[in-house]
Structures are given as structure tokens and as C-alpha cells.
């Protein structure tokens, strides 16, 4: 296609020039070189904006596969093999109560969790198509606070990373930080379609079960597409199995599994997070492992240091008066 459009230019520049040599039947040499000149400098224009107009149409292209993409990553969806669930049932409550009050028991758990501190190791490790190992990407750190109670990430640890086949980018973080620790709240709510999917029994749960997905996707933004199960009880969601979506391009981001834990009274901590998928890019598999560990749950609360009292110019220093003793 690129030679082609070349060579159409260059027959344009060759009627250029015969038109103006026919239109002037006296030409001298400098006229003929400036015409030369015209041909040449029109195919050279040609040439240089030729890149630029089929990268035009390949961004134009690609935002469409984009967009395509996009839209067939939205809508509720539960991750495969959980959607038919072993003793599914009906419902002891009509559906929408169940996600209302899930959902505001999620903001509440929401506030909450921002008042502890707790530690997070995060581990990527990847191999072939083969099965031959790669490098790995190794995170550990603290979520705490400042004396000023500001709340922050300490990095413990961070080796150099070792990745060959996969990089983890933007969307990566963000998804360690609010995809894989999924938190449907009220406020989020409104952003998902939710469908009912039954009831399931979790070791000692019983626990309601529903498919989450987007129901548009907005630039730049996250989001859990998936199975997640809330407990009968606590009205707690205890467990997520989904990925993170949208897959824009190239991108590919694996299944994952969160587990929860009672930590305190009503509400359930991220605990753990594994996934172990093969992700298929164009030009080959790459198998990938992640696990996130989250432990040291901790409500964060303020630390009063007293100091030496000092006496006040002009006041009186005497000892506070103190109860007299009962008489027997």
C-alpha cells in the first residue's frame, strides 16, 4: 500500500509538469528546472506525509478494535465454571434488598479499613509457553500512618525485578489496589449490573452468590468483572473470582481468586489473593503466578505524649487538694 500511494503522486508531479511545458511552448532551461524542482518537491511531500497518513488510519483502525473490545468486556458475567452453582436456591429476601444492604455494609467496611494499618506482600512470577521459568517481580510493604495521621505505603521491600516476558504497568498497580481487594459499595453500584445467581455453601458460610461486570466502561478506569459471594449472615461479600477489565490493545491482566477473613465484629478482610493463569498475547502464552498476602490488621489510634509540666508565671504552684480519708 505504501509504494502504491508513492507511485500515485509521482505520476500526479509528471501531469503537473507536462501541463505547464504544454501551456508554454517557449521554455528555456531555468523554467525547466524549476519545473523539475515543482515535480520534485511534490513527490517529496508525498513521501513524507505518506507515514503520517497510514498511521492515521491504523490509530483510527485500532480505536475501533478498542471500542470493540471494550464493549465485549462489559455486562455481568460470573468467572467460568462458577455460574451454576451446587445447591443453588431461592433467595430468603427479594434480590435488590440483598444488594443494597451488602453494598452499604461494603462503604462501612470501606470507611473502616482506612483506619488500620496492615502489611501487603505482592509477588509476579512468570514462565513460557513451555513451562520454562522467568524472572519475577517482588513487592512487600506496610500501609500505615503518620504521626499527623496521614495514611501512606512504606516500602519494605523491592528487589530489582527480574521480569523477561511480561511488564507490569499503571493498570497493574491500580489493580493491586482496588481490583484484587474488590469493594462494591454503594457508591460504586451504580457502575455495575449484578445478577442474581443463587445461593452456595462456602466450608461454613451460607452465602449468596452473584456475576458482576461493568455496565459501560469510562477512560481510564478499573474495574472486577466476575463471581463474588456474599455471607447470609454478615451480609459481607467473603469472597471475588474475576479479573480486572477493560483489556485495551495488547493488554492481558489474569483471573484472579480473594479470600476474606472475620477480622472484626461484621466485617471481612482481604487476606489473600492467588492467580495462576496463561495469558495469550499475539505472538505467544506466558503463564503467570501472582499472590497477594495481606496480614497485621491493625485499627490504627492515636498516641498522646505527655511532656514535664511547667509552672505558669503568676500563678500558684500548690498541690491539688485531695479527699480527706473516711473517718472510722
Given at each position: ?9 509521482g ?14 511552448m ?26 503520517t ?16 473490545q ?26 435488590d ?22 502489611s ?14 522467568g ?5 512487600d ?20 525485578p ?116 496463561v ?16 496480614k ?8 498522646i ?24
Amino acid at each position: 500500500m505504501r509504494k502504491r500511494k508513492a507511485t500515485l503522486f509521482g505520476g500526479v508531479s509528471s501531469i503537473l509538469i507536462g501541463k505547464l511545458l504544454g501551456n508554454k511552448m517557449r521554455t528555456n532551461r531555468k523554467s525547466i528546472g524549476r519545473l523539475a524542482a515543482a515535480g520534485l518537491l511534490i513527490a517529496g511531500f508525498a513521501a513524507a506525509i505518506q507515514p503520517t497518513v497510514a498511521a492515521a488510519q491504523r490509530s483510527k483502525k485500532d480505536k475501533g478494535k478498542d471500542q470493540d473490545q471494550q464493549a465485549a468486556q462489559t455486562g455481568a458475567q460470573c468467572a467460568p465454571g462458577t455460574g451454576s452453582p451446587s445447591g443453588a436456591g431461592t433467595a430468603s429476601a427479594p434480590t435488590d434488598d440483598i444488594i443494597r444492604q451488602f453494598a452499604q455494609h461494603e462503604s462501612d467496611f470501606k470507611l473502616a479499613r482506612d483506619d488500620y494499618t496492615y502489611s501487603q506482600s505482592f509477588l509476579v512470577q512468570e514462565a513460557d509457553g513451555n513451562g520454562v521459568r522467568g524472572g519475577e517481580y517482588q513487592l512487600d510493604s506496610e500501609i500505615i500512618f503518620t504521626p499527623q495521621g496521614r495514611r501512606y505505603e512504606h516500602v519494605i521491600y523491592a528487589p530489582p525485578p527480574t521480569l523477561q516476558l511480561l511488564v507490569l504497568g499503571p493498570e497493574d498497580m491500580k489493580d493491586l489496589e482496588n481490583i484484587q481487594p474488590f469493594v462494591l459499595t454503594t457508591e460504586e453500584l451504580p457502575k455495575y449490573e449484578i445478577q442474581y445467581a443463587g445461593t452456595e455453601k462456602l466450608d461454613e458460610l451460607n452465602t449468596y452468590k452473584f456475576c458482576v461486570g461493568p455496565k459501560r466502561i469510562e477512560k481510564s478506569q478499573r474495574y472486577f468483572r466476575g463471581t463474588i459471594w456474599v455471607d447470609g449472615r454478615d451480609l459481607a461479600v467473603v469472597k471475588s473470582d474475576g479479573k480486572a477489565v477493560p483489556e485495551i490493545g495488547d493488554q492481558r491482566f489474569p483471573r484472579f481468586v480473594t479470600y476474606r477473613e472475620n477480622i472484626e465484629g461484621t466485617f471481612w478482610f482481604p487476606t489473600y489473593t492467588h492467580a495462576d493463569d496463561v495469558l495469550h498475547f499475539k505472538d505467544e502464552d506466558v503463564r503467570m503466578r501472582m499472590t497477594v498476602r495481606y496480614k497485621n490488621y491493625k485499627r490504627f489510634g492515636s498516641i498522646i505524649q505527655l511532656g514535664q509540666s511547667k509552672e505558669i508565671p503568676g500563678t500558684q504552684s500548690n498541690p491539688p487538694e485531695t479527699q480527706p480519708a473516711p473517718t472510722k
